[in-house]
C-alpha cells in the first residue's frame, strides 16, 4: 500500500536496526482518515472470506480492527491484557511474549463473543516475530472457531514471524512489508 509505506518514510523513526517508530499516525495518536482507508483496504482483501469476527490485541491493533470492522460490518474484539474484575471464568486465554517490552503477558477473551460458528479476521498493526499472533491464533482454535486470515499493517520480513506462521499455512495480507531498517533507512520488499 502506496500510501502508507510514504507515510512510513516520511513520518517514521528507525530507532534502531529492529524498531522503526510510527506513532505519528498508528500506535500513539491516531488519523482516522489515513486508518479508514488501511480498514477499507483490508476488507477489499477479504470481503469474500464470510467474516464473522475481527480479533485483535490491545491495545494499538484496536483502531485498524475497528475500520476494519466498520468496512466488513462485523464486530471486534479485542484480546485484553489484563483479566477484568467482571471477565467471569469462562474465558479463552494465551501467553504472548513481547520482544519490544521484553515481557510475557496473558491475553484473554471471553467465551461470549467468540465461538465454533465464527469465521476469524485477525488484525494487527505489527508482525516481527509472531508471538501476538501464535497468541491470537492459539484463542481462535480454543474457541473452534475458523481462522481466515491474518491482516498486518506493518510487517517486519526480516524477522521470521511471518515467514513461519505462512508455512504453518496461515492466510497473512501486510499492507507494507519491511526488508530492512539497516543504517537508519526503511528498505521495503
Not at 15 to 28: A, G, R, T
Not at 117 to 122: A, N, P, Y
Not at 124 to 152: C, H, K, P, W, Y
Given at each position: 500500500?502506496?500510501l502508507?509505506?510514504?507515510?512510513?518514510?516520511?513520518?517514521g523513526?528507525?530507532?534502531?536496526?529492529?524498531?522503526?517508530?510510527?506513532?505519528s499516525f498508528?500506535?500513539?495518536?491516531?488519523?482516522?482518515?489515513?486508518?479508514?482507508?488501511?480498514?477499507?483496504?483490508?476488507?477489499?482483501r477479504?470481503?469474500?472470506?464470510?467474516i464473522?469476527?475481527?480479533?485483535?490485541v490491545?491495545?494499538?491493533g484496536?483502531?485498524?480492527?475497528?475500520?476494519?470492522?466498520?468496512?466488513?460490518?462485523?464486530?471486534?474484539?479485542?484480546?485484553?491484557?489484563?483479566?477484568?474484575?467482571?471477565?467471569?471464568?469462562?474465558?479463552?486465554?494465551?501467553?504472548?511474549?513481547?520482544?519490544?517490552?521484553?515481557?510475557?503477558?496473558?491475553?484473554?477473551?471471553?467465551?461470549?463473543?467468540?465461538?465454533p460458528?465464527d469465521?476469524?479476521?485477525?488484525?494487527?498493526?505489527?508482525?516481527?516475530?509472531?508471538?501476538?499472533?501464535?497468541?491470537?491464533?492459539?484463542?481462535?482454535?480454543?474457541?473452534?472457531?475458523?481462522?481466515?486470515?491474518?491482516?498486518?499493517?506493518?510487517?517486519?520480513?526480516?524477522?521470521?514471524?511471518?515467514?513461519t506462521?505462512?508455512?504453518?499455512?496461515?492466510?497473512?495480507?501486510?499492507?507494507?512489508?519491511?526488508a530492512?531498517?539497516?543504517?537508519?533507512?526503511?528498505?521495503?520488499?
Amino acid at each position: 500500500m502506496k500510501l502508507l509505506k510514504d507515510k512510513i518514510i516520511n513520518e517514521g523513526k528507525v530507532i534502531s536496526e529492529n524498531i522503526v517508530k510510527i506513532d505519528s499516525f498508528l500506535n500513539h495518536q491516531l488519523e482516522p482518515t489515513f486508518l479508514k482507508k488501511i480498514g477499507e483496504e483490508f476488507a477489499s482483501r477479504f470481503s469474500k472470506q464470510g467474516i464473522t469476527k475481527i480479533l485483535t490485541v490491545e491495545a494499538s491493533g484496536i483502531a485498524v480492527g475497528l475500520m476494519t470492522g466498520i468496512v466488513l460490518d462485523v464486530p471486534v474484539i479485542f484480546a485484553k491484557k489484563k483479566q477484568a474484575s467482571t471477565l467471569d471464568h469462562r474465558y479463552f486465554s494465551s501467553s504472548v511474549y513481547s520482544f519490544t517490552k521484553k515481557e510475557s503477558v496473558e491475553i484473554f477473551v471471553s467465551k461470549n463473543f467468540l465461538g465454533p460458528q465464527d469465521k476469524v479476521l485477525i488484525i494487527d498493526d505489527f508482525l516481527a516475530r509472531g508471538e501476538a499472533l501464535r497468541g491470537m491464533r492459539s484463542i481462535v482454535t480454543q474457541a473452534n472457531a475458523e481462522l481466515v486470515g491474518v491482516g498486518i499493517v506493518v510487517e517486519k520480513a526480516f524477522q521470521d514471524g511471518g515467514k513461519t506462521l505462512r508455512e504453518e499455512g496461515v492466510r497473512i495480507e501486510s499492507l507494507a512489508r519491511i526488508a530492512s531498517l539497516k543504517d537508519g533507512k526503511v528498505e521495503f520488499i
